[in-house]
Structure formats: structure tokens, C-alpha cells
């Protein structure tokens, strides 16, 4: 039991701004009332909902490959001393999973959402999301390059690959359905690329990339998985992608969805030198589309490390920067890519990025369907947050940045024409509420009777508010940061859905994979027994 | 240079084409490559089979891998850098020092073919093993070959994987860089991972006589390491997790006998593809498991006063 005394609540889902009031926590929800138990004095704070992460990249194959491919990023990274009751690991651009537990609780948030699995390795995945401790988990399975899939599409039969789908959801005990680059990475396979919407991909003579964001849209749909389909759009970081993101939107009309990383799709111009900000276009077009809901995907200039399934854009990223390359093509489904890369301050398109990212997430007029993201690690290190809030929040700050940028790069955005100062309670949506509704995740994101009490305590200085360090953060009503130092809790949850299919679908799967793939049928889906603490949600 | 451009097995049994082993004798080291993986099986864009691809053995020595193969290529021993960098030229259609060529034991014309036999490859792979990666040259070879097939990508599409075995080295691998951030040759003494090749590398440390006891499970360094490191572990109290006797075990302080790992115990495999395997015991042991002697282990440590950096303070004011 806890009682919370006396801080100032920023609760916007249940339409709270800034009211004092005292919270109760027992058996590790937000209650009415409690008696007894420990109470923290919270006079002068702020208390927001704890922090949920909607698209980043945390765990998984392809992350690992990343620690892998840069031992040399580690040099300067933060140590985490094991202790007692704490676990090694080191910080930085790819943090260690005990370092990344700890660095995300250490900042206030939450629960996070891993936004890349790839079904074959999804074992893998899991061990990684076991060893990431205090926060809670949830992951999306890469499925837009599932050549089992992009088959059935090509043949026309929606309904058998809304059965494969679902069963393969359950298989690798995920949460929500990405697709990555539609069709493009299939494409890569044989080293194309899918630029256009409406050709066919490499290999098939009537599945474009529409055809598939279309079907997977309304498969998801279908399913009612809590979560719409995830999509990182087709042509991401290009210059001139503008048009590629606007007619994504209209193929998904109709449909929900979550646009990943939009600043990376928000680009005008013909090359590298015309490059621009079309992210006003964007917002315009998103602004008037509400069953869409999107996160920033800023970037912050410094070190970053590319990882995405968009394979032929990181080929072209290592013909670009000329540095390290990994890749790796996942049989039958997908791929990755990891190029290290590092923002700066006076290149003219690392510029216009930084703009684009904060202009969206201004030109976006609803804070409930923007969230904020640097798409972790690819525009900055999820634990550089707390500058982009500062970013949104300090309109003078902002101006002083931009000052900064090179003069060439100020005429290819509108950033310096924006006055729009985000407040405590955006924050708490664009941080929390927003991504934890767009997840679906009921209990997440707010205070109100029978939330989960995830939430962070922040003292009031004169100078603000210091997000980079709340003075308390609660999970799950156990004060897990306290002072600053991380304390040992108890280990994350981890979402998944099981959607209904049915079981028939195994006999049309069972000699199809002992074809293509080389792990047999029966090892393939990921046993429950792996995941600590499975908390499976309904499809409704 | 730097990177690595590589795939899951199956793309290979899908698509590859051409298929070079370079400084490596699957034949006798990883007998069901051929079969399960790269040779024969019948693809999913390669129907024909073994029809439909083509074998490059590249080595040092006639193999009975060559027996497989549909080229067989023979280098001077240690040439491996040089013939890969004449192969990185050959493909960007640079000129070629010709005496470079004489020293490596093979022809211009041969090295001519190859080269282009990889830009045509629809599907291009290359496994190399511990003939190129632990002779002369070492990383510098593994960082060759994997330029190599980087480059070949602005061409057609080419990969590259090392041929791991050795029992689950590759879990091994896998499990210390999400723990440690990085895959061997870690150090915690500080309280924290570090790493240095050469300096916190296994062998390294054995060999100088660094380390003053030893843990071993799942390898068997007395039949490999040099001389210097098997005496140094004969010296210093080492105890070995194996469920057989072998050339540690005979020369430790302790011996415990464990469960096979796959056999009569559970647990996790990683292919040398980087892909974790379930693996299902078929038999019961009375041995207890890896997993179990550890935590009995840890277990025990825990219960006597911590040394741990964040722990002085405490002992200081006890």
C-alpha cells in the first residue's frame, strides 16, 4: 500500500490538469482510498502517468547484431555496476538489456513497445525482453516481406492470409502486426527495392506494396487486434518521399493505422541538395485524417545507430557514409540492416531531419495522435528524451537551436515560424496517454481507479522540471527509482494477443514450411513457457 | 572496411546459386551443411537442386570437401588476404599487379573467372572457416572476405557467413552481447563489462597465467589451447561442467558430471546462422543440469559477504 500526498496530477485521459491531490496504490493499481502503508510527501511535485514507448527497438536480432557490429561505441558509454540486486551492463546508443531496464525506469517510463520481430528469431526476442527488467513489454511481428503471405495476396486469398497471419502472430507471442518498407524487402531479396505503390514487386506479377498495406490493414482490422497495423511506410529517408507517405495514407483510407518514424517519410525536394521539409503538407493532410494516429521518429544530433528491416535504404546508407554494414535476410520473411551513423548539426540534411521531426510534432494539432519518439536507435537514444520535451516545451530553446543550423537549411523548413509551446499535460500525452490508448493497453497511461500504477514524481525547481531525473518513478505501486538510483523490482510483464484462427490452417502451413524453411514446423512458434509474465489481451 | 553482410540458412537453400567455402572442410565438419543447407536441397527458386548451383572449394589443401565441389581452387598457404583482395580489384575492374597474382599460386585467368562467376551469381554466398580466420592474417582475412561480398552487392546480391561450430558457441556469443554488449573476451572485474581482444580473450589470459582459478563448461581447452595454458590450468584450481571426461576434466580440481545438453537436458541452440533452436530432451539423466550446478553455485556465493563495488559502503560501516 502507498499513499502519494499532496502532488500536482497531470491525468489527461481522465480530463485532469494540474490538480493537487492525494494518489492511493494498493496491489499495484491506483485505488480510492488506502489505510496504512507507506506514504511519499509530494507537496511541489508534478506526477505524470509513466512513460510508454511506442516504437523503439530494444531487443532482438537485429539489435544484438548492432552490439556486436560497434564494441567500440561502448568506450564512452555509461557503466551499470552489478550489485547485490542489480545487474552489469553499459549504456549508450545500444544499451545491454539489464542497462536498458534501468535507463528507461531511470527516466520515468514505463513500458515500451519493441516494434521489430521477426518470427523466426521471435525466440530470441523474448530471451532479450526476459533480461529487460522493471518495465513492461509488448512487440509487433514484421509481416508486410512474409513471402507466405505476399503468396496468398498474389493469388488473392484474403481470408487464408488472415488464418496465416493470426496463426502467426500466437506463433511468435507478440502484440500487434508491423509491416516494414511493404514489399520492398522481399524485393531486396534478390537487391531491388519497391519504390512505387502500384508496381508489382520483384517476383510477383500482382502484389504491389498498396496491394499488401491495403490486405494487412484490413486483416488487422479483422483480427480487432488492440493495436491498428504499425507501418513504416515504402521509400523512408529518401528526399522526395513526401508524395510515397501521402498515397500510403490514402490506400489505408478507411482503415486504422500507426505511421512509425514519420519525420523519416516527411521529405520534399528531388536529391540531397533540394532536400526539404514537407512535414507542413504532411500534418495538413494528417491533421484532417483522424483514424490515423503516428509518432514523431525525431532525431537529435549526435550518435545514432541505424537498425531497420528496410534493407536496400541501408545499403544505400553504407554507399552514402561509407561505414560499417551490417545486414541480415531473414528466410521467407524479412530482413535487416544496421549502418552507425551520426547526426550533425551543420549537414544540411541532418538539419532539415531535426526540423522536420519538431515540426511535426508541432503541425500536428491533436497531441493524441503524435507521440513522441526518436525511433530509438536510429534518430537519437531513447534516453535522450527529455531534450525533446524540453524542445516542445521552451519556444526560446528552440529558437536558440535553430540559430545553430546551417542558413541554407532555414529555408527549407518552417520551424523558425512556430510558436506553439507544448504544456505539462501534452507532455503527459504525447509521453503516455496518447501511445497508451493508440496500444490499446487500457490500464496504461492514466491514474484513474484501477490504472496500473506505473507513474513518475518530478520535483519542481527553478528552474522547471528536470525530466531526465523524477525524483520517484512507481511501477506497478513499487517504487522502483528512488533518489535517482534504480532499486531492484520485480520483472516486466510482457503483452501479446492471441487472435482466433482456425487450427485447420496448420495442415496448409505444415508441408508449405518443411518446403522453405530450414527449422522444423513443430520448433517454429515460441513456447509460453519462455515469456515471464505472458499477460495475454483480448481481441475485441 | 568493416561489417557484415550475411543471411539465414534457408535463404541459402532457397536462392543461392553459387555457393564458394573458403578455408573450411564441411565435408568432415559440418557433414549435413551440404544436405540440409547449401548442395542439395531443392529450393524454392533453385527446383533444379544441386543441378542449379555451383561449388568453389577454396583452401589450401585437397580436402575430401573437394570432392563435392565443381571448382576447386588450391593457394599457396597464408595467400588467402591476398587472393581476396585481388578479387576485390578483379570485380571493380582495377588492374592487377601480375606478380601478386604468380605468388598466390593460381592463374589471372582463373582468379578472372571466379570474379566474374560471383558479379553473374543471381544468389552468391560465401561460409568461410578457421583456415581463413586463424591463420595468418586472422581478423584482417575475415575482414577481407567480409568486404568482399559487401562490395559484390552493388552488383548482385552476396553474402557471407563464417562457419561456426563447436557445440552452441554461437548461443555463447549471442547471450553475452545482450548481457555485456559485447560477444567474448569480456571482463567484470570492475564491476562492470569490458572488452579487450588480446587482453580479456580466453586464451590470452590462460597463456600469461592471469587468471588464478577457472569455470569451464561446454568447452575443452586442454585439447586445444597451447602448451603454456594447459600447464597454467593443471596449476590453478579449475573446475570443468562436462558430461564426459576429457582432456580438462583429467587435468582439473573438480569434475562434475552433468545432463547432455539436447540429450537429457533442455535448452536453447543457436545454428551458426544466429537462429535459436528449442531443444527437447529425449532422455532422462541422473546428472543435474548446467543450468542447475550454476544456480547452485551462484547460490552459495550469494550466501557469503558480497565484494561487489556497491557493496563497500555497508561492509564499511558494519
Redesign the interface.
Known amino acids: 500500500m502507498l499513499r502519494i500526498a499532496g502532488g500536482r496530477v497531470y491525468d489527461p485521459a481522465n480530463g485532469i490538469d494540474g490538480v493537487v491531490q492525494d494518489l492511493c496504490i494498493d496491489g499495484g493499481r491506483v485505488v480510492g482510498d488506502v489505510h496504512g502503508g507507506r506514504s511519499i510527501d509530494a507537496s511541489g511535485m508534478v506526477i505524470l502517468p509513466g512513460g510508454v514507448d511506442i516504437h523503439t527497438h530494444v531487443a532482438g536480432a537485429a539489435l544484438n547484431f548492432a552490439r556486436g557490429l560497434t564494441p567500440e561505441n561502448y568506450r564512452k558509454a555509461v557503466p551499470f555496476l552489478h550489485g547485490p540486486e542489480r545487474r552489469a551492463g553499459l549504456g549508450g546508443i545500444t544499451p545491454t538489456t539489464f542497462a536498458t531496464g534501468y535507463l528507461y525506469a531511470a527516466m520515468g517510463w514505463t513500458t515500451v513497445n519493441e516494434a521489430a520481430v521477426p518470427i523466426l528469431s521471435a525466440r530470441h526476442t523474448h530471451e532479450e525482453l526476459r533480461d529487460t527488467p522493471v518495465v513492461d513489454k509488448a512487440s509487433l511481428v514484421l509481416m508486410a516481406n512474409n513471402e507466405i503471405v505476399l503468396d496468398l495476396l498474389e493469388a488473392d486469398e484474403l481470408e487464408q492470409a488472415r488464418e496465416v497471419v493470426a496463426w502467426l502472430i500466437w506463433a511468435a507471442k507478440c502484440y500487434g502486426v508491423k509491416a516494414v518498407n511493404p514489399g520492398g524487402v522481399a524485393a531486396w531479396k534478390w537487391g531491388k527495392n519497391a519504390s512505387n505503390l502500384h508496381e508489382p514487386i520483384e517476383g510477383y506479377s500482382r502484389v504491389t506494396p498498396a496491394k499488401i498495406i491495403a490486405g494487412l490493414a484490413q486483416i488487422v482490422d479483422d483480427l480487432r487486434l488492440p493495436h491498428p497495423l504499425h507501418i513504416h511506410c515504402n521509400n523512408l529517408g529518401i528526399p522526395g518521399n513526401i508524395s510515397t507517405t501521402l498515397e500510403t495514407m490514402r490506400v489505408l483510407d478507411g482503415h486504422r493505422a500507426h505511421l512509425a518514424h514519420l519525420q523519416f517519410h516527411a521529405y520534399g525536394g528531388d536529391g540531397w541538395g533540394t532536400m526539404r521539409s514537407e512535414a507542413s503538407t504532411l500534418a495538413d493532410y494528417f491533421n484532417a485524417h483522424t483514424s490515423f494516429s503516428c509518432d514523431a521518429g525525431a532525431i537529435l544530433f549526435g550518435d545514432a545507430m541505424t537498425i531497420t528491416a528496410d534493407g536496400p535504404w541501408q545499403h544505400l546508407l553504407h554507399q552514402l557514409t561509407g561505414r560499417k554494414w551490417g545486414n541480415v535476410d531473414v528466410e521467407n520473411e524479412t530482413g535487416c540492416g544496421i549502418v552507425p551513423y551520426v547526426y550533425k548539426g551543420h549537414n544540411l540534411v541532418n538539419a532539415v531531419q531535426w526540423a522536420a521531426g519538431l515540426e511535426l510534432l508541432l503541425l500536428i494539432k491533436d497531441p493524441w495522435r503524435i507521440f513522441l519518439t526518436t525511433d530509438h536507435p536510429n534518430g537519437a537514444g531513447f534516453w535522450r528524451y527529455p531534450e525533446l520535451i524540453r524542445l516542445l516545451m521552451d519556444v526560446e530553446h528552440r529558437r536558440d537551436c535553430l540559430k545553430k543550423l546551417p542558413k541554407r537549411a532555414l529555408r527549407r523548413t518552417v520551424l523558425a515560424d512556430l510558436d506553439r509551446k507544448y504544456t505539462l499535460s501534452d507532455i503527459a500525452v504525447v509521453t503516455s496517454a496518447g501511445p497508451a490508448r493508440a496500444l490499446g493497453l487500457t490500464a496504461k497511461g492514466h491514474l484513474g481507479v484501477g490504472a496500473d500504477a506505473d507513474l513518475a514524481i518530478y520535483a519542481q525547481g527553478p528552474d522547471g522540471i528536470s525530466f531526465g531525473r523524477p525524483r520517484y518513478v512507481i511501477k506497478e505501486g513499487q517504487v522502483v527509482v528512488e533518489d535517482g538510483e534504480v532499486r531492484p523490482a520485480s520483472e516486466g510483464r510482457e503483452f501479446l494477443v492471441r487472435p482466433s484462427y482456425d487450427e485447420k490452417i496448420e495442415e496448409y502451413l505444415r508441408p508449405l514450411f518443411q518446403k522453405v524453411y530450414t527449422m522444423s514446423f513443430d520448433n517454429y512458434p515460441v513456447e509460453m513457457e519462455r515469456l515471464t509474465r505472458p499477460d495475454v489481451r483480448a481481441c475485441e | 572496411m568493416?561489417?557484415?553482410?550475411?543471411?539465414?540458412?534457408?535463404?541459402v537453400?532457397?536462392?543461392a546459386d553459387l555457393i564458394i567455402y573458403w578455408g573450411g572442410n564441411p565435408a568432415e565438419c559440418h557433414p549435413r551443411h551440404f544436405t540440409?543447407?547449401t548442395l542439395m536441397p531443392k529450393g524454392?527458386f533453385v527446383p533444379e537442386g544441386r543441378k542449379g548451383r555451383t561449388m568453389v572449394l577454396v583452401d589450401i589443401r585437397e580436402t575430401p570437401s573437394a570432392k563435392a565441389a565443381d571448382i576447386f581452387l588450391q593457394i599457396r598457404p597464408g595467400k588467402d588476404f591476398e587472393v581476396l583482395t585481388i578479387l576485390r580489384a578483379l570485380v571493380k575492374n582495377r588492374q592487377i599487379d601480375e606478380t601478386a597474382v604468380a605468388e598466390t599460386g593460381l592463374s589471372l585467368e582463373t582468379l578472372k573467372d571466379l570474379a566474374a562467376r560471383m558479379k553473374r551469381a543471381?544468389?552468391g554466398v560465401v561460409f568461410f572457416g578457421m583456415g581463413l580466420s586463424m591463420t595468418r592474417g586472422k581478423h584482417m582475412n575475415s575482414a577481407a572476405v567480409l568486404t568482399l561480398a559487401?562490395e559484390l552487392?552493388?552488383y548482385?546480391?552476396f553474402?557471407c557467413m563464417p562457419m561456426r561450430g563447436h557445440g552452441n558457441v554461437t548461443g555463447s556469443?549471442?547471450?553475452l552481447?545482450?548481457?555485456?554488449?559485447?560477444?567474448f573476451g569480456t571482463n567484470?572485474s570492475?564491476?562492470?563489462?569490458r572488452?579487450n581482444p588480446g587482453e580479456f580473450s580466453t586464451v590470452d589470459l590462460i597463456v600469461r597465467g592471469d587468471n588464478d582459478a577457472a569455470l569451464i563448461l561446454g568447452a575443452d581447452p586442454g585439447a586445444t589451447m597451447p602448451q603454456p595454458g594447459i600447464d597454467h590450468l593443471g596449476r590453478i584450481p579449475t573446475i570443468v561442467l562436462d558430461p564426459k571426461v576429457t582432456h580438462t576434466s583429467r587435468l582439473s580440481r573438480v569434475h562434475i558430471t552433468t545432463a547432455a545438453t539436447g540429450i537429457s537436458a533442455p535448452g536453447?541452440a543457436?545454428r551458426m546462422d544466429?537462429?535459436?533452436?528449442?531443444l527437447r530432451p529425449a532422455l532422462k539423466s541422473p546428472y543435474p543440469t548446467d543450468e542447475e550446478i550454476i544456480k547452485r553455485i551462484r547460490a552459495a556465493v550469494?550466501a557469503k559477504p558480497?565484494w561487489?563495488?556497491?557493496?563497500i559502503p555497508a561492509r564499511a560501516t558494519a
Open positions: 568493416g561489417g557484415k553482410v550475411t543471411c539465414t540458412l534457408g535463404e537453400k532457397n536462392r540440409k543447407y524454392k543471381r544468389f559487401a552487392n552493388a548482385t546480391k553474402v556469443d549471442m547471450v552481447r545482450w548481457t555485456t554488449g559485447f560477444p567484470l570492475r564491476g562492470y563489462p572488452f536453447t543457436y544466429e537462429i535459436p533452436l528449442p550469494a558480497a561487489t563495488p556497491a557493496a
